[in-house]
Nanobody, 128 residues
Framework: QVQVAESGGGLVQTGGSLRLSCAASQRRDFIPFPIGWFRHAPGEEREFLAAISRSGSNTDYAYSVKCWFTISREISKNTVYLQMNNLKPEDTAAYYC????????????????????WGQGTQVTVSS
């Protein structure tokens, strides 16, 4: 079982930045699984944003955010980050972190169905 918790959301003005954190914890020795970030705005479908492999050597981004968002991981802290720059009102959504129970070192996953564990989400609101 993997516990997932997001943090770092909040209210920011257009053009501002936020860094979201995803902490993954396990009962036994921590295994760095692939992690992805998604967001869900009211009335919209859940949207893939970024993914990172077990080692952090591979990343994948949605085309709409690849110039502005950066995913990274700090394995020693069991934490994955999503740095978001140049935020716009349309980025307003609940942001979710998810863990895929995969042992493939270089794998990244873009489909929500590939993920096994999800956090409760953190709200990001961008004011105009």
């Amino acid at each position: 079982q993997v516990q997932v918790a997001e943090s770092g959301g909040g209210l920011v003005q257009t053009g501002g930045s936020l860094r979201l954190s995803c902490a993954a914890s396990q009962r036994r020795d921590f295994i760095p699984f692939p992690i992805g970030w998604f967001r869900h705005a009211p009335g919209e479908e859940r949207e893939f944003l970024a993914a990172i492999s077990r080692s952090g050597s591979n990343t994948d981004y949605a085309y709409s955010v690849k110039c502005w968002f950066t995913i990274s991981r700090e394995i020693s802290k069991n934490t994955v980050y999503l740095q978001m720059n140049n935020l716009k009102p349309e980025d307003t959504a609940a942001y979710y972190c998810a863990v895929a129970r995969s042992f493939t070192q270089a794998a990244t996953f873009t489909r929500s169905t590939d993920y096994d564990y999800w956090g409760q989400g953190t709200q990001v609101t961008v004011s105009s």
